[in-house]
Structure formats: structure tokens, C-alpha cells
């Protein structure tokens, strides 16, 4: 699936794709996915990671150079469109040809950030590859490789940057997923940006993260800022050698800073790293008011995002239609409450209205409404109307019911429910065998909420004794 995207990373990122004769079309498009998979998450552009592809065939073929494409969707789509090359495995002539191209203007390539080589290998090569390998290592290329097929174990670990178990990598083909993300983060290791960068970019901040340069000791850091619509507005920290990043705040929102890191050591001199970083747009709260777990005298309110820029909150809500409101305030730091106190089976207007710290108010409203009071039938109540038949009634039970649902569970014979209007406050239940115990259960019926049921237990009295009934209630 899509993986999070990863920032801040710098670096020449070169495939070294096996498009020989020796490699089946099944193993070509396998490592075609493979690839897409590595290195899918990456931000790409001249200041970011940059990607080529160079095939090993009977002559060393580049794909696209560095600088072409600078998007995740333009790179996917060249990488599906990469045909197989088919011809001999030389693996040592595409090493000597991607030396020259790592470090080309012509290819696309930067000078100053990492290098980085992926080979992907069934693990055959018809020329040798420990010269042109030892040449690109010394160099400062990184070099990891992924074999698929049977390849000496010896020549690759020797070939692979040091140590192996963090560079070379055997794997079926089919398993490739498998080690994508291990060696995709210890690609991650050496092109992590080693600059001024910004993260935890917001509507007015974001946070500045710089290498470790100086020390309290060796001297400070400066840092400038401004809009660069506005450069005269340049503002200045001071920040302590010891520190490595630093947050910026109290920002504009949708706005373009230059930003100036200045080391300010008393040992060395240190070049000026700048950078320029956007804030977004400003977030809205509340964006969204949810309501949840109604009853019949509240219900709770909750609302989304919760910014640093609020300060509090306030609640209003009243009865539709109508014209009573009242006010409840909560902190800035919270983003629920529970509304209490109401009216049963009513519909409130409640709005949600954030104070910002800049005096400015956002507001947005919602429906709510209450339950129905929930309540019990009272005093039921048994009549003898002639053998195995008794008379059920009860008293209406509160609020707007909807029916009536009686339940008779016989001790011997089918259990049966009976539902009526809300008019009707009694039933007969026939079919009660003498010398039996059953239980009858009426429970009211409302819109929004089931009622609450009362239960008794019923005995008939056996046929040789007096006719009649004794009831309980259940305990």
C-alpha cells in the first residue's frame, strides 16, 4: 500500500538493472515493481532525491538521467515503461559506465550530495566487476546489492559497501518485498539530508533542523528570517551552539520564508546554509461539530481540529424553535463537552464558536436532538377470565409511546408477543396451563430509545384446587 511520505533526504539514487539475456521477462518486471516499491515514499526534485536508471546488457545502457523526472508519478511511469534490454552480462562495463554518469552534469547529477548504487542482480557477471566496483566505493559511492539468483557469496559481500549484512541482500524474486523497507531505510541512512531543512511546518511555524556543527563551547548560531516579498522584514534569532534545531512561530500563514542559518564559530569558518520554507494555510476550527450520545437531558458535543492559535471555545444552544440560548465555555485545549440539563424528545441549535488569540471568531453550528424519556408500565395487574385465561393490564407508561409489547413465556407451551396501540392498556392471554408458572413482560415502545420493561411471574393454580392465579414479582 501507499507508504508515508519521506522529506528531507538529498542524494543521487542510481539502479543498476540486470536487462540481460540471463534474466527471465517474470524476474525483469518483479524487479520493476521492486523498485517502484523502494522507492515510492521519496520526495523527489533538485533538492531532494534524484533517480536514473543504467541497464546491464552486451553494451551499457542509461535509461533517463537524473534530472528528468523530478515527480512520483512521472518516475513510476518510466520505470513500468523500461524495456529489457536482453544481450551478455557485462556487469563491469556498466559499472565503469555509471562512474562516469554519477558524476556528470549531462546526466543530471549534483555535486556534493550522496551517492548511492543499487544492484540488482541475478548474480552472474561475464566481465569482472572488483575493479570498477573498488573505483566507485572510492569515490564515495554507497553500494548495496540485491542478488536473486545463486550469485559467490565472496565476490558480492567483497563488492557490496562494508558492512555486508547491511548491504547485501539474497532473495528470491518473488520474496523482494520482503526486504524492501529494511533496505529502503538503510538508503535513508546516507541521503538524510545533512542541511538546513525545515519539518512540523504549520499555518504560522515550523521547525528548523541543521547538522551538528558547533558545540556551547565553539560558539552560536544566527538565524534569519523573512517573507521574501518583504525581505525588510528580516527578523533575528541567537541560538546556542549546542542546539541543533529551533522553532520559529508567531508566522504568517501561506507565506514563503528565506531563512539563513549562520554558524558563528570562534575555530572555524562555516559557510551560510539557507533554505526556503512555505507555511499553510490557515486550519479552521471548528471544521467539523459531531454529536453523540444523546439522552433525554444531553447529549455530547465535540468538534475538530483543536489549534494553538484558540483560545477557548464557546457553546451556545437552545431549543428549535425558540428563542432561549445558553452558554457554556471550555479551554482552548479541549475540544468536547457535555451539554446537560435539557428538555426530553427536543431539538437543539447548537453552535460551537472558536476565540482565537488574535481576536478573531469561527463558528459552526448543529443539529441535536434529546431522547425520549425512557419509562417503565406500572402497576401490572392479572384478571381470571375463566380457565387457562388471564387478563393483563397495566398503567400507560411516560412520554410519546408508540405501542405497547407484551411477552408471555408459558412454562409449558410456545412463549408469544403481543403488540398494541398506545390507546390500549390490556390484553388477554389464553392457552395458560393449569399448574404452570410463566412470566409475562410489557415493555412501552418508543421512537428513539427502547422502553423500560416490568416483568412478573404468574402461577395457575392446578385444576383440583379452587380456580384462580397467584402472582409475584420477579426478584
Known sequence: GPQPSISNSEGDLLFLLDSSGSVSYYEFSRVKEFMWDLVQPFTFGPRDVQTSIIHISTTPTMEFPFDRYLSSETLQQAIRDTQQLMGDTNTGKALSFAKEKFFSDEAGARPDVPKVLVWVTDGFSTDDISEPMQ?????????????????????????ASQPPEKHLHFVDVDDLPIITKELRDAILDVIQANRL????????????????????????????????????????????????SFVLSNLASETTYEVALIPESNIHYFPPQTTRVTTLAEEISPAQVLISEPGPHSFHV???????????????????????????????????????????NTTYLVTVTAIYKSGKEKSLSAKACTQEEGSKVRHLRFEDMGPNTLKASWDSADGKVLGYRVRCRRQTGPSSVISVSPQIHSVLLTDLASGTTNKVCVKPVYKNQPGKG?????????????????????A
Not at 573505483?135 to 563488492?159: H, P, Q
Not at 452558554?327 to 426530553?344: F, I
Not at 416490568?454 to 420477579?474: D, N, S, W
Request: charge should be neutral.
Open 135 to 159: 573505483l566507485l566505493k572510492d569515490m564515495g559511492v554507497t553500494v548495496f546489492i540485491v542478488s536473486t539468483g545463486r550469485g559467490n557469496y565472496l565476490e558480492l559481500s567483497a563488492a
Open 302 to 344: 465535540s468538534w475538530a481540529p483543536t489549534l494553538a492559535s484558540v483560545i477557548g471555545y464557546q457553546i451556545l444552544y437552545g431549543p428549535l424553535p425558540g428563542n432561549s440560548v445558553k452558554l457554556l465555555e471550555v479551554d482552548g485545549k479541549h475540544n468536547s463537552t457535555v451539554v446537560e440539563n435539557l428538555a426530553p
Open 454 to 474: 416490568l416483568c412478573r411471574m404468574v402461577h395457575m393454580q392446578p385444576a383440583t384446587e379452587a380456580q384462580g392465579y397467584k402472582h409475584r414479582q420477579r
Open 197 to 244: 531543512h525545515a519539518v512540523d511546518i504549520t499555518s504560522s511555524s515550523f521547525r528548523l533542523i541543521w547538522p551538528e556543527l558547533l558545540s556551547q563551547e565553539t560558539g552560536y548560531y544566527t538565524l534569519e528570517y523573512a517573507p521574501i516579498d518583504d525581505l525588510a522584514r528580516k527578523r533575528t534569532k541567537q541560538v546556542s551552539g549546542a542546539h541543533t
